[in-house]
C-alpha cells in the first residue's frame, strides 16, 4: 500500500514538474521566466480592460464600464472598511492593485490551460504560484504600512512597539516579521496546494472528477486575492490608527 | 542563491528565491501607476462626479418637492376662502331675492284687496242707486195706482 502510493506520487510529482524553473539570465541575475510571461499577461488583461473602460466614460455606465466600476467600487468598500473614512481614499490604488493582480493570477492559473504551451523547462502557472511573486508582494506591504505609519505620526510611529506597555516590545517587533511571512505562505500555500491537488487528479482521474475541485479552486483563489487585499489594507489602516 | 542553502536544494525547487522578488515588486509598482492613470483616477472621478450630480438632483429636486407643498397648501387656503365667500354670496343673494319676493306679494295681496274693496264699494253704491230708482218708480207707479182706482182729487188730497 505504501509502496504503491509512493510509486504514484513520485511519479504524479515527476510529471507535474513541481519546483522547476525556465531560468533567465540577465546581468548576472537569475530569473524564473515562466512567472514573468504569466505575470505580462496578467498585466496585460488588467491594463487592456482598464483602458477599454475608461476609453470613453459615461454618466450612466454600461457595459465594460459598468464591470470595472463594480470593482472599483468593491476595492473602495474594502479600503474604506479597513482604514477608514478619512484615509482610505490615497492607498485605493495599492490595495486595488494587489487584489487585482492577485485575483486574476489567481484565476488565470485556474481557467487558461498553460500547461498546454510548452517552454523549455518547468511549466507556465499562475504567477502566484511562484514564492517569489508573493514574497515581493507582502514585502511591498510591509512597506507601505510601515510608510504609512511614518507619514501619518512621523518617529512616534515607532512608539506603538512599546504599546501598551513596554512587555510586548519582542511580540510588537516580531509582528513585522510574521506579517509579510504569513501574508506570503498564505497565499503562495494556497495556489500551489489547490494547483497540485488539479494537476494530482488530473492525472489520475482525467474525466469530470478534477471538476469540483476545480471548482472550488476558483472560489479558494478568490478568497485568497481578497485576504491578502484586505490583510495589507488593516495592516495599513492599524498603522495608521492612533493607539493614544 | 545563498537562501537555498537552508531549503536543501542547490538549484530549482520550490524556495528558491532569486532576482524574481525584486523585479517582480518594481513590476507590481509600476503596474500600480499604471492602473492608477487608467482605472483608479479616471473611473474613481466618474464615480464621484455621478455621485454629486446625484445629490445635486436630488436636493434640487427635494427643494421643488417641498415648494410644490408649499404652493399646494396656499391655493388649497385660497380655494376654501374663495368657496366661503361664495357661499356667503349665495347666501346673501337668496335672502335679499326671497325678500324681495315677499314685499312684492304683500303688495299684489294689498292691491288685489284693494281693488276688492273698491269693486265692493261701487256694487254696493249701484245697489243704493238701483233701490233709489226702484223706490221713485215704485212712488210714480203707486201714484198712478191710486190715480186710476180713487181720481185725480182724492189722490193728490
Redesign the interface.
Known sequence: MSNLFNSLSAATLASLEVGQHWYWEIGGLKLHGQVFLTSWFVIAVLVVASTLATQSIQRVPSGLQNFMEFGLEFIRDLAKTQIGEKEYRPWVPFVGTLFLFIFVSNWSGALVPWKLIEIPAGELAAPTNDINTTVALSLLTSLAYFYAGISKKGLSYFAHYVEPTPILLPINILEDFTKPLSLSFRLFGNILADELVVGVLVFLVPLFVPLPVMVLGLFTSAIQALIFATLAAAYIGGAMEGHH | ?HWTVFLA?TE??????????????V???I??T???A???K???K??D??DD?VRGNETTARDRLEEVRQLTERYEQELAQTRKQAQSIVAEARGAASKIAAQNLAEAQAEALRKREAAAAEIEQQKQDAFASLEQQIDGLSRQMLEKLLGSELASR
Do not use: S
Open positions: 542563491m536544494e530549482g525547487g520550490l524556495f528558491d528565491f532569486d532576482a524574481t522578488l525584486p523585479l517582480m515588486a513590476q507590481f509598482l503596474l500600480v499604471i492602473l492608477n487608467t482605472f483608479y479616471p473611473l474613481g466618474a464615480i462626479d455621478r450630480y
